[in-house]
């Protein structure tokens, strides 16, 4: 080759300068940005945030359940033009996602709750913010204008709950979720094995931590104290998060006790955490809005269903008499198509977001959710749909292990 075809070849890549920028770039799946957040907490956050309960046999399950699955395509049927929207609990959303509730955000990145809701607000999809949110119920509703859901615990100062309710009632949140598989907290080893606390601890570990991971500590120490913001006055414990949520959480909850909560809220009403068809089915008896297909991202019950293998026996028991929202275990925009077409209205995301928030703070969460939303279109059109409602459960066939 003569040099000027050799020069004419060369395609020097720009360089980037800007260290967010760059970890974006570097970005080009969510377990890309899994891996940049790996590095970039102290390991007890990154460990709280990606672990499971006990030997993590469900969390596996949740993404090993998926490979189990094949999605059989159509051909032919002009897919330029694909619509994402959907309605979810009876609104539009821009999508068939919704962030799912995570506690302590803040750790993950100093922006935490703000940050998320700003980004789904953004992307035109609901944010739910949980019980164990650090920002305030008041202070996530004033931040955007976006659909907010509040997830609830109910602990066991049962007038605490109360009072969550008529504050999310008051500052416009759109659903309330309540989340019903954590009657007792699920053993989360590894956050026990890195003696992990809320808020972390200065201790000599996390000092060397510290050393290893300089920016994240800096912010921690430099912006306001962490706490529990919506129930600060009563549950700001700086004690062991498994000892404080061993004391919190009320294990005699029933179903009649949905009775004083569908009083105390009238709008939409979801159960997170449903895996049983005849928990599904009593759930319409009791005229619930929606159900999410959830384990919590194998943080509750270790050798629980992985949540895709649970839905077709939830949707074939409920039917269209409620609306059947899915999580645990999405990583790729191919995952919704799969939940969607066994039956789920609309998914919603967890560590996904969470690994974007510690990649790039609110930037990262807008990043997570648009390298999804770009698979999901992709996967859309590779698998013959023009809208979610094309999806159907003939697209799904469980992969031959001859
Ligand atoms: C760090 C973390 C904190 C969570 N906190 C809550 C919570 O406060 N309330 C709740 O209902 N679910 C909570 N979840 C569960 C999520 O809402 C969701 O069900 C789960 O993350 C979905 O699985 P995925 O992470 O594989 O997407 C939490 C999950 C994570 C990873």
């Known amino acids: 080759m003569k040099p000027s075809e ?10 980037v300068f800007r260290p967010t920028a760059r970890r974006l770039a570097r970005s080009r799946t969510v377990d890309d940005l899994r891996r940049i957040a ?10 709280y945030i990606d672990g499971g309960a006990e030997d993590e046999l469900t969390l596996r399950a949740n993404t090993g359940a998926f490979d189990d699955l094949v999605l059989l395509p ?75 859901w509040f997830q609830l615990y109910v602990w066991r100062d049962r007038g605490l709950a109360r009072e969550l309710i008529a504050r999310a009632k008051e500052a416009g949140y759109a659903a309330l979720v309540l989340t019903v598989d954590v009657p007792v907290p699920g053993a989360r080893e590894r956050d026990l094995r890195n003696g992990f606390t809320i808020p972390p601890s200065l201790g000599l570990r996390t000092f060397f931590e510290g050393a290893k991971h300089p920016h994240w500590w800096w912010r921690f120490l430099t912006r306001d104290v962490m706490s529990f913001e919506s129930v600060s ?9 498994m000892q404080f949520l061993a004391e919190q959480f009320d294990p005699s909850v029933t179903w009649d006790d949905l009775d004083w909560m569908r009083q105390a809220w009238d709008g939409p009403f979801v159960l997170k955490g449903v895996v049983h068809p005849d928990d599904a089915r009593q759930a319409v008896d009791l005229g619930v809005t929606g159900i999410v297909v959830s384990n919590h991202g194998g943080r509750q019950l270790d050798r629980g269903p992985a949540t895709i293998d649970a839905l077709p026996g939830v949707v074939d028991a409920v039917g269209d008499r ?28 967890g560590r996904a977001y969470l690994y974007g928030l510690a990649t790039a703070g609110e930037q990262g969460v807008d990043h997570a959710i648009a390298l999804l939303t770009a698979e999901l279109r992709r996967s859309m059109q590779l698998v013959g749909a023009r809208t979610v409602s094309e999806l159907e459960p003939s697209m799904v066939i469980r992969r031959s292990r001859a």
């Open 6 to 15: 050799i020069a004419a070849l060369l395609r020097p890549r720009r360089p």
């Open 38 to 47: 790996r590095r970039r907490l102290p390991r007890p956050v990154f460990d």
């Open 74 to 148: 159509r051909v032919l049927r002009d897919v330029d033009d694909v619509d994402l929207t959907t309605a979810i609990l009876g609104s539009e959303s821009a999508l068939p996602i919704a962030l799912a509730p995570t506690g302590f955000t803040r750790m993950v990145h100093h922006e935490g709750e703000l940050a998320v809701a700003r980004a789904a607000a953004r992307a035109g999809v609901p944010y739910t913010l949980s019980t164990m949110g650090t920002r305030s119920i008041e202070r996530v509703a004033a931040e955007t204008d976006g659909a907010q």
């Open 233 to 241: 006055d009563r549950a700001a414990s700086p004690s062991g998060v």
């Open 322 to 349: 409620l609306e059947v929202l899915f999580d645990s275990g999405i990583r790729r925009g191919r995952d919704i198509v799969t939940a969607l077409a066994l039956g789920a209205r609309a998914c919603m995301i």
